[in-house]
């Protein structure tokens, strides 16, 4: 690289604090240490230095605006041409968008619209070489200015070099490790570190991506292809600002290898939760479907563990919220049919993929209503019941007795994570619900309970009991009104319910969400004929105010009928009836509020 005027010494007067003879002299000797990068030792130096040479830079382009011309400048520091010169020969430097940015303006700086000297002159033919040099496709503003203003077309050189450089690099990494083969000769995985330091300053950089990524899937068998900690801390930077550009297996690789970014991944996914049970479920279904999180959790358990102790933290500071509950559903679903398709691979035990969930309880609810008989739905829901029935028994007595309080602990412990799996296997909640609507009196009690612990797991703030006879109350009165096949509807059972999901009611009641869960459920899969079912939900509905809430429902549960995590005997039915009472909650809008419960007409 020719340069402005060789180094004649550094000058620099009482009136000029920005920089000093030490930090100029200190930067011109690495420039020059470093040379064109061109060996692991300058490559690793540039990288370390490389956020403090942007703030020299930084510095020295405020000086250089300061000054009254070109002249003045190089006057004042003599050694700017060798220093920017080599600077422009490093490509570890001028890879990075800020450094080449800053660059390009330091020699804008110097450069002479109106030369009037020598000096001036040979500094802008100098420049224009450089120029040439700094431009890039991607830097359209800059091609413009150098074609406008001095008539250079752009060039890719430091590209093309870069791009060479990462193909003799990624040829490098795909080399098997060979510290066990010859103990004279150098392990091939000496270079990892150094490499993967050398790429801090590319993480955003497109032409980099197939070097991080191989970097990112090289196997660890030698415990010297060790990545940099600096780079895996600028992977999971530049990820979590979505500025990284990675294949999927390369981004998977990013999750096993980086927390915080498997950690990012999943507060994506939270960032999805619908605000309204039901609103917002077939926009999480679609995230989710695009995400490559459960795919990942799937190929790795350790990754599966980490995702599910994040959902289980949540859940344990957000035990009631309904969308929080479906995102854990929907992932969980997610994940079962992504590990299905890997039986070609080795297959680990259910165990080690849920090792803190209750062993008994794991194969009955992770099993699809799909995967059984219809007839074996009712059976298998008591046994589920029963068994939750007893785990809850056994942390009360164990509250109630002189126990120890680690015994007590273990109790809750082992309720919350039946709990938790039963969130995650909440196919089963749906599939109780929908039982509920036929069964009788004498076989409704297992399958209220279920749902009562769904919805209720701990006796924090509410004791369960008092909530399953809530329950029961709203079920009879369900039960008795979609029974009435002629006319008049049951005016009292009406009145009951709307009062149960009033928001007004100063009563202790079961949660609104879990009543018109029940209505909702009883409208679409009762014998009751559409048109009588239609009414009685209009008519509790619009007497609760509760119009949007059981449209969300009603478009959640399609959703899961859609994927088949619940099945009717009559698929098509049970459509038309969901498509007909979501056309009744859209005609609501536009009419009155509907009139007492009793003073109209019920065609069966």
Wanted: hydrophobic share 40%.
């Amino acid at each position: 690289m020719s340069q402005l005027q060789p180094q004649t010494g550094l000058q620099q007067t009482a009136e000029e604090p920005l920089l000093n003879i030490q930090q100029m002299q200190f930067w011109l000797d690495k420039a020059v240490a470093w040379g064109q990068a061109d060996n692991p030792d300058s490559q690793k130096d540039t990288c370390l230095h490389l956020s403090r040479l942007r703030d020299f830079l930084q510095q020295l382009l405020t000086r250089i605006n300061s000054m009254s011309s070109t002249t003045e400048t190089l006057k004042r520091l003599p050694f700017l041409g060798q220093f920017l010169g080599r600077l422009c020969w490093n490509p570890y430097v001028t890879a990075d968008a800020m450094s080449r940015k800053l660059l390009f303006q330091c020699l804008w700086g110097l450069y002479s619209e109106h030369p009037c000297n020598a000096v001036e002159r040979k500094a802008n033919q100098w420049i224009q070489k450089v120029f040439c040099q700094l431009a890039t496709e991607e830097d359209d503003a800059t091609s413009h200015a150098l074609i406008k203003h001095m008539g250079v077309p752009p060039k890719e050189y430091h590209l093309k070099v870069l791009r060479k450089m990462v193909v003799m690099l990624q040829e490098n990494t795909g080399k098997s490790c060979s510290s066990f083969s010859n103990i004279n000769q150098r392990c091939s995985c000496d270079s990892i570190l150094a490499m993967s330091e050398a790429c801090v300053p590319l993480v955003t950089c497109p032409e980099a991506a197939p070097l991080i990524g191989a970097l990112l899937q090289k196997p660890m068998t030698c415990v010297r292809s060790t990545l940099s900690e600096d780079f895996l801390d600028a992977l999971s930077s530049a990820y979590s600002s979505q500025c990284l550009s990675l294949e999927e297996q390369a981004e998977v690789s990013l999750w096993h290898h980086s927390l915080s970014s498997l950690e990012e991944a999943v507060l994506r996914l939270l960032e999805c939760v619908p605000t309204n049970t039901g609103s917002g479920t077939q926009k999480l279904e679609q995230q989710l479907a695009q995400s490559l999180l459960p795919k990942a959790c799937a190929q790795q358990y350790s990754m599966f563990l980490v995702v599910n102790d994040i959902f289980r933290s949540i859940l344990k500071q957000a035990e009631g919220v309904e969308p929080v509950k479906c995102l854990i559903q929907s992932f969980t679903s997610c994940f079962l049919r992504e590990l299905a398709l890997q039986q070609h691979q080795a297959r680990v035990s259910l165990k080690a993929w849920f090792p803190q969930s209750p062993q008994r309880l794991l194969v009955p609810l992770l099993t699809l209503p799909s995967e059984m008989p219809r007839e074996a739905w009712r059976r298998h829901l008591n046994w589920l019941s029963s068994s939750l029935q007893r785990l809850t028994e056994e942390e009360e007595e164990g509250e109630d007795g002189e126990s120890s309080s680690s015994t007590s602990l273990e109790g809750h412990y082992k309720v919350f994570e039946a709990w938790f799996l039963l969130v995650q296997c909440a196919h089963w909640v749906q599939v109780a619900a929908q039982l509920l609507v036929t069964s009788g009196p004498e076989d409704c009690d297992q399958l209220l309970w279920l749902l009562t612990f769904y919805h209720y797991p701990t006796t924090r703030g509410h004791q369960r009991a008092l909530q399953l006879v809530r329950a029961k109350e709203a079920w009879d009165h369900l039960h008795s009104t979609f029974l009435v096949v002629l006319p008049p509807l049951p005016v009292e059972h009406l009145k009951s319910l709307i009062t149960l999901l009033s928001p007004r009611s100063q009563q202790p009641s079961l949660s609104t969400l879990f009543i018109l869960s029940l209505l909702v459920n009883f409208a679409v899969f009762s014998q009751q004929p559409l048109s009588g079912s239609t009414e009685i939900f209009q008519t509790v509905v619009d007497g609760s105010g509760l119009v949007d809430e059981a449209a969300s429902l009603l478009s959640s549960l399609e959703l899961k009928l859609n994927g088949g995590s619940c099945l009717s005997g009559d698929a098509n039915r049970v459509h038309l009836r969901i498509k007909a009472l979501q056309n009744t909650l859209t005609h609501a809008h536009s009419t009155k509020p509907c009139r007492e419960p009793g003073t109209h007409t019920h065609t069966a």
